[in-house]
């Protein structure tokens, strides 16, 4: 009511002021009006939701209630509205225990139950559902947590047997031991075939040694080492009677049950991070360690009580092979997690550019809303539309996971590696785009967005450097069509066999209508990708022709290498987009997906300088593509309110400024 009155006082002053050219007139203060009031849902929001989570909402709406119940997640109130999100003013050692603490709760609510001991698709569906939403609250919390179960116990599941799994896999469930994962050290990243960690066997005792030779092997990097982790998985060559068999994969108890390190290992903290703060970073040094021989994880090999290395796969590549491939889990996970960081940005800037106006284009005219700007339009409405595109492509990627046969681990490595760059990288520039798009309000911690690219830019470089990984695509698509050419066969697999059809062609000239048409943009993508394919098998096939050697060949072709990279992801996510469209029957919904899938690909087309460069769309052409994705841009807008609505978070998992932002800055809001 004393806001009423206040807003009555200033009206009537304002429209009770004499007419002098001599008194400045002011305008009434600004008020906040709910978007919702103006805009319109032209679709079920509930169906859109359905589309992009995939499944296990109600868990996932569960696990969000759990969360703004408890005081542990920091509930804090701005105007009339509740938002939970973690205090990064805690020290580092603060934020470590209350990710503790956050886990400990979870665990006593059966959030984690089935995790490890759960068997078939649906249990995975609802553990990745699930980690999704820690994370959506906090990173920290979601790596803590992932660590823990995709790493330390995805390792135990798939590199162990039904020893391992019968002793570790339901203490590691309920948190009895408390697991890392070793892998990473100061001097080996990406190239895990070079770590120097070593293991060797004493037949004497039937014990393994794990020996740091030098200061570059020291494991580094390992979330939860520093303080709480009791456990390890410890990656190492494994030299038996003198021969390197490679890298293997051991469980070496790191601390006691008491929180005492254990003799012979050292630990260290990696320290303070631009984000992640509350995940336990350290460092291990491993001096002359001894472990029973049966904490080799030997699914792939073993070595016997006398000290005889066995395994049934000979090849050591395909060996190590092997070992790699149940790693795509972390690379599944990272691609989910950053299409959702990047719905948080959108939700928070898209909502605030609906009710922040600036300037007027008419003499004492209103201010005018920011999104309807077709310059802000710009900035924000291609990155919803990819957004959109890439929970197609994240959802295809965890349904290929879950349903994984030994047969699909390949396809699973290269779509895997190709997503997580491209989704992340998206992540990441989004993020920052809706923070500028916030201005001030877009720096302020508790407004999320900007404080998000700190938490998130990691997703760049762990489970594999993005540019790294797009060589490892490019790698395989090469691999993929020099079998081909040597069988004298078609392409199968991995998406390639548009190739052994006839090269698609571009019309000299492009309308609206056939810009806008699924058939002109999967050919766009085709030829791109099968043109870029062609250059990089000739350009390697060259260097190779002057005497290079096949890996420093495909070095000096990098820049082919990453072009081809994107051009495979490109075409695979719109594939996905054009398939998850396809299963909506006409009507709001579909009309809507098409605009976005039609402003995806022609965005794609616009940004990547690839389709000038090598003539696949001329000049006029790229014009006819730049004007469209504008006209798209203002096609969307109507919808934009729905579209970020429909992903599903809820209010006090946004910032302030997502709502009312006026309320959430009063003066008794500081009281």
Not at 13 to 37: G, K, V
Not at 75 to 104: C, F, H, L, W
Not at 442 to 471: A, C, I, P, S, Y
Not at 608 to 619: E, V
Request: glycine share 6%.
């Amino acid at each position: 009511m004393d806001r009423a009155i206040h807003r009555t006082k200033i009206i009537r002053n304002h429209l009770l002021q004499p007419n002098s050219d001599q008194i400045l007139t002011t305008n009434a203060c600004l008020s906040y009006s709910p978007p919702e009031l103006n805009e319109v849902y032209d679709f079920d929001l509930k169906e859109m939701r359905k589309l992009l989570d995939g499944h296990n909402l109600q868990e996932q709406d569960w696990l969000f209630n759990l969360m703004v119940q408890s005081k542990l997640f920091n509930p804090r109130k701005r105007g009339e509205k509740v938002y939970v999100a973690p205090d990064y003013n805690q020290t580092m050692e603060q934020q470590r225990e209350m990710t503790m603490k956050r886990i400990s709760y979870l665990l006593e609510r059966g959030v984690f139950e089935g995790w490890l001991t759960a068997k078939g698709a649906e249990a995975e569906l609802r553990k990745l559902a699930l980690l999704e939403v820690t994370g959506i609250f906090d990173h920290s919390l979601a790596i803590k947590i992932g660590v823990h179960f995709f790493l330390w116990g995805g390792a135990i599941q798939f590199f162990g047997t039904q020893r391992h799994h019968e002793k570790w896999l339901r203490d590691t469930e309920n948190y009895v031991v408390l697991g890392c994962f070793a892998m990473t050290e100061l001097g080996h990243g990406s190239n895990v075939r070079g770590i120097e960690t070593v293991t060797t066997y004493d037949a004497n005792t039937g014990e393994f040694i794990i020996n740091t030779p030098c200061e570059s092997a020291q494991k580094y990097w390992i979330g939860g080492a520093a303080n709480h982790a009791t456990h390890t998985i410890v990656f190492s060559q494994l030299e038996i009677n003198g021969k390197n068999q490679g890298v293997h994969a051991f469980i070496c108890q790191i601390r006691d049950a008491a929180g005492n390190i254990c003799p012979n290992i050292r630990i260290a903290d990696c320290g303070h991070k631009i984000g992640l703060n509350g995940v336990d970073n350290g460092r291990i040094w491993f001096d002359n360690v001894r472990i029973p021989r049966e904490n080799l994880l030997n699914s792939v090999a073993d070595v016997s009580p006398d000290g005889q290395y066995l395994s049934s796969i000979k090849d050591p590549d395909q060996r190590f092979a092997a070992f790699m491939a149940p790693l795509t889990s972390g690379r599944v996970i990272i691609a989910g997690s950053s299409v959702y960081k990047a719905k948080i940005g959108l939700a928070i800037a898209i909502r605030y550019s609906l009710s922040r106006r600036a300037f007027s284009i008419t003499p004492n005219g209103p201010e005018v809303l920011l999104l309807d700007y077709p310059s802000h339009q710009r900035r924000l409405l291609p990155l919803l539309a990819k957004t959109y595109a890439a929970s197609c492509a994240a959802n295809y990627l965890k349904m290929m996971y879950v349903n994984r046969t030994p047969q699909s681990n390949k396809t699973i490595h290269v779509v895997s590696s190709a997503f997580k760059a491209i989704l992340t990288w998206h992540n990441m520039r989004t993020l920052q785009e809706c923070r500028e798009a916030c201005g001030g309000q877009g720096l302020k911690t508790e407004n999320r967005v900007g404080h998000l690219k700190g938490e998130f830019d990691v997703q760049l470089t762990f489970e594999g450097d993005n540019n790294v990984l797009m060589q490892q695509v490019s790698k395989a698509l090469l691999a993929e069509y020099l079998a081909a050419q040597n069988r004298n066969r078609p392409l199968q697999g991995l998406g390639l066999e548009h190739m052994n059809k006839p090269c698609p062609v571009i019309p000299s000239q492009l309308t609206s209508s056939i810009l806008r048409t699924t058939q002109f943009q999967m050919d766009a993508f085709c030829l791109r990708e099968r043109d870029l394919l062609s250059r990089f098998v000739m350009k390697v096939s060259q260097h190779q022709a002057e005497g290079q050697s096949k890996d420093y060949a495909l070095m000096l072709s990098y820049q082919l290498a990453e072009d081809l990279g994107r051009a495979f992801s490109d075409r695979a996510m719109l594939q996905t987009f054009i398939d998850t469209e396809a299963t909506i029957s006409s009507g709001s919904l579909k009309n809507v997906l098409g605009l976005l899938r039609s402003l995806y690909a022609l965005t794609c087309l616009e940004e990547d300088a690839a389709f000038l460069r090598y003539g696949y769309l001329s000049t006029d052409n790229a014009s006819a593509v730049r004007n469209e994705v504008q006209k798209l841009c203002s096609e969307i807008r109507p919808h934009a309110l729905a579209l970020v609505s429909s992903f599903g978070i809820p209010d006090a998992f946004l910032g302030p400024i997502a709502f009312d932002w006026i309320d959430a800055n009063t003066w008794s809001s500081v009281q």
